[in-house]
């Protein structure tokens, strides 16, 4: 699609960069307006969606963001996937009669043609091409294509050669490979690969629930876990010591990062892999959209202002904790402030922010680090994990001499990190001064949105939780039901949060060393809320269910 005066001037109306700078860009597009929006969203000029609208408004055909949208499966498969990889199409989902489908070439006839010969009552929508051709690859993905592969595999073969060539069978490459984009199409987070005695489990974590996928033959789990070693450069012949490493997995959108640990048990090895982001970057890390409640959220917000101090925010793996951490960072970004960070991995690459990743091979560790950056005279500090003694005394000494410091602990609430902190070996005379808020959030799963049902729950369904009048009516809640979209009745996960403000009283209680509860029992009296409070008022909101509220979070 060439470009032309009207596009360039609505292009150049909406970035930020000189004529010349633009002309630049241009010329590296060839004069070509859909290389020039790939451009300006490789280098952070414009937003994937701001791209898309100007495309999509001067072909006036609506842009739509392939990861912000439905697929159903059922109907993705309606054109076959040779027709979409030549077309650069793809089915999203059906209303009625009416199909929905994507293509980069809305204008053009003869795609039209083609397209509406397998799907005659077609409406088009326009994507970028990268999404588009992302979706294909993700979205024809099946179970089946893996299984299919086991029909031609010689598993006996295995057994005649190492594991370096094992790892390079073209059959293990498919493998590996399908298993990534599957995960991928079905939003995991995780990807386990369990050995045992004759045969290798794989599960996928899914709204933070493992779900059982493949029951591999046993041969295949020496090759399998040698070509992930292998890709995340790893030493392959090394089967007693855990080991972890990283895997830049290609896409036609971008790499996904993958964190992959592994550990030696009984049957052999078995390997966690973790995705890393989102396979279209559209994670949104601003504070106004992680479902925090109006308290919550002033309270946080309140903490960020201070000029300095140590803010955490503290729950399990996988809870949300960096994205939440990133999205402080966003808030308070500007361009007065120098923001730096020490991560284990970086998990969010940021235009604005100095990011050091640690590496201990390099004796790059989160303290050694966090003294050097001290020297760089930020504002702004993210520590992404206190994991030692030293590490949450430098981060603490560092809020103590004005700069604002991010972290994140491991504890079940937000009350236990100050016990966590004081049992790390931090003094009370640093620790009271330099806290200003804890954090502490869960991710529940969120409700399906397309088939989620409506429903007057009983008095003893509700007993355990809540109190209401006799004469009151029972509030309308919701349940999961499954459909095409969700296969379980939930899709996606919701924050569930508590904030502890740490104001001139509580620091006094912390010198002062007093216990847990004396500590609890002051916060209520301030309004403090812990997060199962928080999770009851999302599901009154019908963003959740009383069994998964109860599933992510402790009573007390």
Not at 72 to 91: F, G, R
Not at 377 to 403: F, S
Not at 431 to 447: E, H
């Amino acid at each position: 699609m060439q470009l032309n005066e009207k596009l360039k001037t609505i292009f150049l109306d909406k970035i930020d960069i000189t004529e010349d700078q633009f002309q630049a860009y241009i010329d590296e597009a060839k004069n070509d307006a859909i290389k020039l929006a790939s451009l300006c969203i490789a280098n952070n000029i414009l937003s994937r969606n701001e791209a898309g609208m100007i495309i999509g408004d001067y072909l006036n055909c609506a842009y739509i963001n392939l990861d912000e949208t439905l697929f159903q499966t059922d109907v993705v498969n309606k054109l076959p996937k040779e027709i979409a990889e030549k077309y650069s199409a793809i089915p999203l989902y059906q209303f009625g009669e009416h199909i929905t489908l994507v293509t980069c070439f809305p204008e053009d006839t003869t795609t039209y043609n083609v397209l509406k010969s397998y799907i005659p009552k077609l409406d088009v929508l326009f994507s970028l091409p990268d999404e588009i051709q992302a979706a294909i690859s993700v979205h024809y993905k099946k179970e089946k294509d893996i299984e299919d592969i086991f029909t031609s595999f010689d598993l006996a073969s295995l057994d005649r050669i190492n594991d370096e060539k094992s790892a390079e069978l073209s059959e293990v490459v498919a493998i590996s490979s399908n298993m990534v984009m599957l995960a991928l199409k079905e939003g995991a987070s995780d990807i386990h690969i369990e050995p045992k005695e004759n045969s290798c489990i794989i599960r996928f974590r899914i709204d933070g629930v493992l779900q059982k996928k493949f029951t591999f033959p046993g041969e295949i789990t020496r090759a399998l876990i040698s070509r992930y070693k292998i890709l995340s450069g790893l030493d392959i012949s090394e089967k007693r010591k855990p080991q972890d490493g990283r895997i830049s997995f290609p896409t036609p959108i971008k790499n996904v990062d993958i964190r992959l640990s592994v550990l030696p048990t009984v049957h052999g090895e078995t390997i966690v892999m973790r995705l890393l982001g989102s396979l279209f970057d559209t994670i949104t890390l601003n504070l106004n959209a992680l479902n925090l409640t109006e308290r919550v959220s002033s309270e946080l917000k309140e903490s960020l202002a201070q000029p300095n101090g140590l803010i955490l925010v503290t729950g399990p793996t996988g809870s949300g904790k960096s994205t939440t951490l990133y999205a402080a960072l966003n808030h308070l970004d500007s361009p007065g402030i120098k923001i730096m960070t020490v991560e284990d991995p970086v998990e969010y690459e940021m235009f604005n922010f100095s990011q050091t990743q640690v590496d201990s091979k390099a004796d790059r560790s989160f303290a050694s680090v966090l003294r050097s950056i001290l020297r760089q005279d930020p504002d702004v500090l993210l520590v992404g994990e206190i994991r030692d003694t030293e590490t949450a005394n430098i981060a603490a000494e560092a809020a103590l001499t004005g700069h604002i410091v991010l972290s994140t602990l491991h504890t079940n609430n937000a009350i236990q990190a100050i016990t966590r902190l004081s049992e790390m070996g931090v003094e009370p005379y640093v620790m009271a001064p330099s806290l200003t808020g804890i954090l502490a959030q869960r991710l529940p799963r969120k409700l399906c949105n397309v088939c989620k049902e409506a429903y007057t729950p009983d008095a003893a369904e509700l007993q355990p939780y809540f109190k209401w009048e006799p004469d009151t009516s029972l509030p309308t809640l919701f349940r999961p039901v499954g459909c095409i979209k969700c296969s379980s009745g939930y899709k996606g996960r919701i924050g569930i949060h508590e904030f502890l403000k740490v104001d001139l009283y509580l620091k006094e209680l912390i010198l002062q060393q007093k216990s847990y509860n004396e500590i609890l029992q002051y916060a209520r009296r301030s309004g403090y809320k812990d997060m199962r409070f928080d999770g009851f008022i999302k599901v009154l909101q019908g963003l959740t269910t009383i069994d998964e509220i109860v599933r992510v979070t402790n009573s007390d």
